[in-house]
């Protein structure tokens, strides 16, 4: 599937849009995610696809919060992204801040996921490894109930996400746990690498 884009575009596009350490980390980390999920949800031959929409989903998120998915429908078309990937990344902001269902598989899967490594990544820095590759589910789910930690990340998204995919959402929690556990040293490794 054509994106109009090579990864290391994606990834100096984001840039250039996003300067906080903490947005790059999300974006590359909803990259990673989304590759895992294609790979198990049977959508190897479109992995590269389904990573940079990840990555550039956020891209006007930090400049332009007001306008988020609606913004990035002009800065991904100027730098030349295919429609089908700007559909994707807008539409994972359905019934928030687009109108765009989440309707592909990879769709429903950035839906899903994306708030979800939000609550992921703040559980693992309350840890003493600041890793998620200790973590375990149970744990997980604790900090998912407890409305008090991570408030700014909205269950009810992730909730709606696992509906809209089609899975129960204790299924969600840990197969996106599982997906930035194995991908946790490659993300490390692509923030020291562009010294972000």
């Not at 550039?56 to 998120?61: A, C, G, M, Y």
């Not at 990035?72 to 030349?80: F, H, I, P, S």
């Amino acid at each position: 599937m054509e994106t109009g884009i090579t990864r290391d575009e994606a990834f100096e596009l984001i840039r250039k849009y996003n300067k906080e350490a903490f947005h790059i980390r999300h974006a590359v980390t909803v990259e990673k995610v989304l590759m895992w999920y294609a790979d198990k949800l049977g959508y190897g031959d479109e992995k590269e696809y389904w990573g940079i929409v990840g990555l550039l989903h956020d891209i006007d998120f930090e400049l332009y919060p007001g306008e988020h998915c609606k913004k990035a429908v002009d800065l991904l078309t100027e730098a030349g992204v295919k429609e089908s990937v700007i559909r994707s990344v807008c539409s994972h902001g359905y019934g928030i801040c687009s109108d765009i269902k989440p309707e592909h598989e990879m769709e429903k899967v950035l839906f899903a996921a994306d708030e979800l490594t939000g609550l992921i990544n703040a559980a693992a820095l309350m840890r003493p490894s600041k890793s998620t590759k200790d973590m375990e589910l149970k744990s997980l789910k604790k900090k998912f109930k407890s409305k008090s930690f991570a408030a700014g990340c909205d269950r009810d998204v992730i909730q709606k996400g696992a509906e809209i995919l089609g899975v129960e959402l204790s299924d969600l929690l840990s197969d996106t746990l599982e997906a930035m556990k194995e991908s946790e040293d490659e993300i490390n490794d692509n923030m020291g690498k562009y010294s972000v």
